[in-house]
């Protein structure tokens, strides 16, 4: 019976798949047993943000080698999940996810399930479509995890589509928004409020498209997205306990209050196996898989009660003050740097926090 | 006998002291009691960042009406240390120190001293002249504190001039550099090595105009440096203890092996009386009277083996990488983000490292 | 009969008010007869940019020592108009417009007239009351000069106030937008409509709320407005021929079609009587007093059929992208970056491109 | 015999190979007979910038399904030669250079030769081995080409690898410089230099390796380099007269006297036959080919006496001010974005100043 193994890899640009071809020519870990890929790349997060796409393309280009498939076919079924934005402290790396056999039956183990939606038009990203065609790749996720009930979802990361530009048409109807930045968080907030709607967090009768950056009392405590335009469908990768599946790595997942969350960091880890007191040891650090954290510059102007400035600097970025500090702070924890945290938790979390997932091994 | 006073105050913009003017207006401030204000505004912290210059001009512009000095004789003498950049969670403030009469005797209490330095000529910038001058600058300021030994000494923190290239004269010698980053380090290496000198922690007879930038194996674990051109002298604050003071708030120094040091971090809180569990609890973040912090992008391009991206970024500035993230990291622990947290840690702390000063009421 | 006098005017920083102080003190410019300042500030111009603030309280306390006003009283009388953000070959500069008494009687003169809006609250910034505010205040500065008609205005130039997140308070309002990009751009757009509805160049029945940045088939081409957090109501400069003012500097103004509008720039400087074949002589170069530009990211994603990538980019702000173009275009002809190079021409100028004054004398 | 053909392609994104795909499908150009491409890239320009091997890899990709060769042959004696950065008005594009057989004799035509010098160790950039390896470089395209005498040359452009941090090895000499914008200027400046070396520009004996980026006397006039972490050679672009050429299009080469140089620029276009007066008709913007331009931020402060404000810019790369503004300007008088304009002209054209190369057809 399978089993979830991971691999957490060094990048040295966004083009740099040595580690994963050192694993893949010493058959360490076979091509077709992968079945997700997550990271981080050092560019700057936002829609003009081309090392996500470079590194796709590179990905792609070196598993087709042992696939047998074209780059474009296995680019349409392998998630890639990236996140751009390596800002302070935080590591360019990539974790690769795969299904190894032959894993010792015992207690369910935790699971990976993954589903491409169809690819979106620009002017469904941010709409109804996405948020119904995100919430049926979820389920059909689990289903391919062997994932039986909501309740046994732990995480779903999705990689969601931002529209770019130069794919209008002037005959298309017109994309929710073209400005870079509502256009990426339209379609996270689409694809978060599509999870919550496969978990069951938000009742089914809700008006989520109208919510959709405007009623924050909706969100899901599992979704954690990305958006870009390097990826035109709604890739969705699910993790939960499968009776199917050999007991592997252990993961927990927690909301955060706010950017300040440090209780809610270190009770995730420890609820991992990995006790933050406050930062791990070394001999826990070789135990950590992977780290995946959300937050958000908290749209009210401060952070309790003190004003901060990330939302009217015209020089940065509010997500890059965002990622900077919530990785800086989830670093100290880890005492790692290989973090994937990615800003814009809109629908994901409570309002103004986010949450974490940390995998140990 | 004085006793020392904080006021950690919030700003609306850089030029927003109404939270002064009311402690003034009020009677709970004497403007004759102020020894020294300590800040972050929100500005880039570059060279080019003006919003120093900005909050400098408003704060003398009030003081002066209570003083009787005009703005320029009072900024001649009143140190006003200015940090930019509050990227992530950062929030702008400033805390205004004061020597309070009427302090009851007992143990030797925390002092606090200042002095200036003789204005720098832009040559003099980054080389034996500013060294030397800090030094002195650093024992005027002990002698007007009343503390006896370099060993009593808890901190000294200094605003450098930084090299204005529009004051460049052409029958200058040329400045040490006039590019923006290296003007900006050169100085603060300059100040730094020269509270080593004042306080013996390095050898007297050591090359250190050569050591600039160059030899990170000396430096202070006690002197903490911003530079910027909206000061023409080195502005020196000393904190230490000193008999002729009356007991007040209590200080805590740590070096910062790495900007990861989250154990370093929690040992100066509780050094201060407040303890971090990972987080200050809610009656102590109401104690916490000033944090400052240094710290830098290692300069080796790694974070405990981990490549790090903060060097060769061309969008984003080295330093506001790292103030996110060490910002983020103590901010956690705080529960706060009132932070004083500065970039450039050249000689201040072991090499990729800084300090940590806690002071608690 | 007064007659207009323009002094054009270096800055070493946002705070250097040295060559005017150097004028007053010679007595070459009095300053009660000082109408309005135009300048541009190296700060990067957006909602965060403090650089504007910053000279204009050392503006005012410089001219407040001869006027016998408090700073307080003079701002707000005095028009302070400046913009942010000398990319590229721009040069921080600023011009000193007086009247100045004693000129020869002849034609009609170009005349100069002020005046201040109310102050505005945040919510009406971007709406109905600010539109027509601006058109008021169009009207008393007319009145201030001696201008008979709105076909004898020449140019409106305004300075307008944005939505301070700082200033809002819970019982207020919604502002139309905390955004920083379109905080600044609803006020600009508003008052341009104010400026075209006071000078007959829309419908007086024209729905003016919904136009904003929304149909721009609306638009002045006599307005340059620039927006900024540091002023508080909509500060109105009007230049126009008056019967009651002494021949003096020339005005040209043009609207220009695109950011690579050549022909259009040289018409200007033609018009002002200082031809451009294509770069102004020397001789010429001299004689030239003062250049205001408007113009903006054309919202369609391209410049003559040409993508351009200056909406899309998550490190460089829209503005500082085209005033850095712009600027380097009319400087060329120009043969000077001490050019006032505003971005943001919404309702300014045909979509898409702008307006170019340019002043000789 | 061979004849020159230009094509300028379009490109939506940095990966968009859409338009030479097309071209190639449709039989108008043969990939065996491409000798160059030269383009612009949406990214910051800089060491940081992934577009350009994102674009590179993209495009061996399409023409290697064309040769027969690998990619990675291909991009050993192709040469790609990219420049990130559109700011402003200008356009992402590429222009690929070809040698079409079939050409009618003729007067000597406009020929292409290429070469690749050895990769460069990290060490050797920016000193006396990469000088003589581009010098070895320019010799050896000039003898591909046909060209007989340095006389002949018109323009010499240079894609040159800059220090990759992470390529470093601990066993290795140090390199010149590890800083972002260093890196990239000494490599750019020994790159010219070397041109200037084969082309007789400089003396033979000079002290080439002392005179970088310190003796600014010593440059060429018509040489054009980029340099870049996504090369590991220095890849060589040479055009100019040749016996065996049939005639094709033209191609005109004038140095900058500054960053305001319109005549310059003007010059440029009617010697190429495109007479600006000052912008090309419609006709003539149909017969451009292709316009590369260098130039640079002016490092004395100024631009004809009036302070910049590009070198001292904490926001903003002083090589992204200098694009924009450049770019602007070029556009203008071209009536068109699509200008391949490039910053950092170190010994390219005189201090200050830089080149500009016109290609008609």
């Given at each position: 019976?399978?089993?979830?193994?991971?691999?957490?890899?060094?990048?040295?640009?966004?083009?740099?798949?040595?580690?994963?071809?050192?694993?893949?020519?010493?058959?360490e870990?076979?091509?077709?047993?992968?079945r997700?890929?997550?990271?981080?790349?050092?560019?700057?997060?936002?829609l003009?943000?081309?090392?996500?796409?470079?590194?796709?393309?590179?990905?792609?280009?070196?598993?087709?080698?042992?696939?047998?498939?074209?780059?474009?076919?296995?680019?349409?079924?392998?998630?890639?999940?990236?996140?751009?934005?390596?800002?302070?402290?935080?590591?360019?790396?990539?974790?690769?996810?795969?299904?190894?056999?032959g894993g010792?039956?015992?207690?369910?183990?935790?699971?990976?399930?993954?589903?491409?939606?169809?690819?979106?038009?620009?002017w469904?990203?941010?709409?109804?479509?996405?948020?119904?065609?995100?919430?049926?790749?979820?389920?059909?996720?689990?289903?391919?995890?062997?994932?039986?009930?909501?309740?046994?979802?732990?995480?779903?990361?999705?990689?969601?589509?931002?529209?770019?530009?130069?794919?209008l048409?002037?005959?298309?109807?017109?994309?929710?928004?073209?400005?870079?930045?509502?256009?990426?968080a339209?379609?996270?907030?689409?694809?978060?409020?599509?999870?919550?709607?496969?978990?069951?967090?938000?009742?089914?009768?809700a008006?989520?498209?109208?919510?959709?950056?405007?009623?924050?009392?909706?969100?899901?405590?599992?979704?954690s997205?990305?958006?870009?335009?390097?990826?035109?469908?709604?890739?969705?990768?699910?993790?939960?306990?499968?009776?199917?599946?050999a007991?592997?790595?252990?993961?927990?997942?927690?909301?955060?209050?706010?950017?300040?969350?440090l209780?809610?960091?270190c009770?995730?880890?420890?609820?991992?196996?990995?006790?933050?007191?406050?930062?791990?040891t070394?001999?826990?650090?070789?135990?950590?898989?992977?780290?995946?954290?959300?937050?958000?510059?908290?749209?009210?102007?401060?952070?309790?009660?003190?004003?901060?400035t990330?939302?009217?600097?015209?020089?940065?970025?509010?997500?890059r003050?965002?990622?900077?500090?919530?990785?800086?702070?989830?670093?100290?924890?880890?005492?790692?740097?290989?973090?994937?945290?990615?800003?814009?938790?809109e629908?994901?979390?409570?309002?103004?926090?986010?949450?974490?997932?940390v995998?140990?091994?």
């Amino acid at each position: 019976m399978p089993r979830l193994a991971l691999y957490r890899l060094p990048m040295a640009h966004p083009a740099d798949l040595s580690a994963l071809r050192a694993l893949l020519a010493a058959g360490e870990v076979a091509a077709r047993d992968i079945r997700a890929i997550i990271g981080k790349t050092e560019g700057n997060g936002g829609l003009n943000d081309f090392t996500r796409g470079y590194f796709t393309q590179s990905l792609m280009l070196l598993l087709a080698g042992y696939t047998g498939e074209t780059p474009a076919e296995l680019a349409a079924r392998l998630p890639c999940v990236l996140s751009g934005g390596t800002e302070g402290v935080l590591s360019p790396h990539y974790t690769v996810f795969a299904a190894v056999p032959g894993g010792a039956p015992g207690a369910p183990g935790l699971a990976i399930g993954t589903a491409f939606s169809p690819p979106m038009l620009p002017w469904q990203v941010g709409r109804r479509a996405q948020i119904l065609a995100v919430a049926a790749a979820v389920g059909a996720a689990m289903a391919a995890a062997g994932i039986a009930s909501p309740a046994d979802v732990a995480l779903v990361q999705v990689k969601a589509p931002a529209v770019q530009p130069a794919a209008l048409r002037p005959e298309d109807p017109a994309p929710r928004s073209t400005a870079a930045g509502p256009a990426m968080a339209y379609s996270r907030a689409a694809a978060a409020l599509g999870v919550a709607l496969a978990l069951g967090e938000v009742p089914a009768d809700a008006e989520l498209e109208a919510a959709l950056l405007a009623d924050f009392s909706l969100f899901s405590n599992r979704a954690s997205i990305s958006s870009g335009i390097e990826v035109v469908a709604n890739e969705v990768v699910v993790f939960g306990q499968a009776a199917g599946w050999a007991p592997g790595p252990r993961l927990a997942v927690r909301p955060l209050a706010d950017a300040l969350d440090l209780p809610g960091i270190c009770a995730a880890f420890t609820a991992a196996g990995l006790p933050a007191t406050p930062q791990l040891t070394a001999a826990d650090q070789a135990r950590l898989g992977c780290v995946l954290v959300k937050g958000e510059p908290d749209r009210r102007g401060t952070v309790r009660g003190q004003r901060h400035t990330m939302l009217g600097d015209t020089d940065l970025d509010p997500q890059r003050h965002l990622r900077g500090a919530l990785g800086g702070l989830v670093a100290g924890v880890a005492g790692d740097g290989r973090l994937f945290v990615s800003g814009g938790a809109e629908h994901q979390g409570p309002e103004g926090g986010g949450l974490i997932a940390v995998f140990a091994t």
